[in-house]
């Protein structure tokens, strides 16, 4: 199987979240644990997840067994008779896989970042954009975002940067404030396409609130919590069933 044809199919069978068949099978063994150490040896271990999860059976033995290799040779697993991950394993997964946040703590504060970036430093003006999307911030204009978590400490060390040249402002505005004549928490909504994440949860809960689907309800759930901003809960709206979806997916992946 070619690796383009190899991605194409990880990033399939896993709702977009992975792109190689090595993070594919640490989040097997995350979801499923030690459930999976029934093999003694690789061509056991490939046996036990492809009887847990069907959908690898789009795989070779030779592409499984080569994978499971790597994955002891550089110490994601603790070995082929206890498939379970390491430390090391854990830090990379949890580089990939989002994790939902139960503690959401908050100021209050809705920060608006603009900034005015030459375009001759187009490259600074890029990173600048990288650092405002994982402090949680949307883009309300080419250059307006707004954040609810605090950015200023991050923004003043961005700012220091060696060769950097612009301006970054940081304003604040209440959670009852308005923005022009769209009030703040309809804004938020928008520019976050909440209403959509939320629709997806839903039907994440009709689909498995009654399932015993471990895999597939894990892989679906992590796919919508990745495009999730996880924003304080104080401005999410009463028919929000994020936290619902959450309860579902922890019990079912629950060893």
């Known amino acids: 199987?070619?690796?383009?044809?190899?991605?194409?199919?990880?990033?399939?069978?896993?709702?977009?979240?992975l792109s190689t068949v090595t993070d594919l099978l640490l989040l097997q063994f995350y979801i499923f644990g030690a459930s999976l150490g029934k093999g003694k040896t690789?061509?056991?271990?490939?046996?036990?997840?492809?009887?847990?999860?069907?959908?690898?059976?789009?795989?070779?033995?030779?592409?499984?067994?080569?994978?499971?290799?790597?994955?002891?040779?550089?110490?994601?697993?603790?070995?082929?008779?206890?498939?379970?991950?390491?430390?090391?394993?854990?830090?990379?997964?949890?580089?990939?896989?989002?994790?939902?946040?139960?503690?959401?703590?908050?100021?209050?504060?809705?920060?608006?970042?603009?900034?005015?970036?030459?375009?001759?430093?187009?490259?600074?003006?890029?990173k600048l954009r990288e650092v405002l999307r994982k402090l949680g911030a949307a883009p309300l204009q080419a250059s307006v975002w707004l954040t609810p978590y605090n950015p200023e400490k991050i923004l003043r060390e961005f700012s220091s940067t060696p060769g950097f040249a612009g301006e970054i402002i940081v304003s604040c505005v209440g959670k009852d404030g308005y923005i022009g004549e769209e009030q703040l928490g309809?804004?938020?909504?928008?520019?976050?396409?909440?209403?959509?994440?939320?629709?997806?949860?839903?039907?994440?809960i009709d689909q498995y609130k009654q399932s015993h689907d471990k895999?597939?309800?894990?892989?679906?759930?992590?796919?919508?919590?990745?495009?999730?901003?996880?924003?304080?809960?104080?401005?999410?709206a009463d028919d929000w069933v994020g936290d619902q979806a959450y309860l579902i997916y922890k019990n079912l992946t629950k060893n």
């Not at 199987?1 to 709702?15: D, H």
């Open 42 to 126: 690789s061509r056991g271990a490939y046996r036990a997840v492809e009887e847990a999860t069907k959908e690898l059976e789009e795989f070779n033995y030779q592409t499984l067994k080569q994978t499971f290799d790597h994955l002891k040779r550089k110490g994601l697993i603790r070995s082929l008779q206890e498939p379970i991950i390491t430390q090391l394993g854990k830090q990379r997964l949890n580089s990939l896989v989002p994790e939902y946040q139960q503690i959401r703590t908050w100021d209050k504060v809705i920060y608006l970042v603009t900034y005015d970036i030459q375009e001759t430093k187009r490259l600074y003006r890029n």
């Open 215 to 236: 895999w597939n309800a894990a892989v679906l759930y992590l796919s919508i919590l990745k495009d999730d901003p996880q924003l304080p809960f104080e401005l999410l």
């Open 186 to 204: 309809d804004l938020i909504y928008r520019i976050y396409n909440l209403d959509k994440i939320n629709q997806r949860y839903q039907q994440f």
């Open 1 to 17: 199987m070619r690796n383009k044809q190899i991605k194409k199919l990880v990033f399939n069978l896993s709702e977009g979240l």
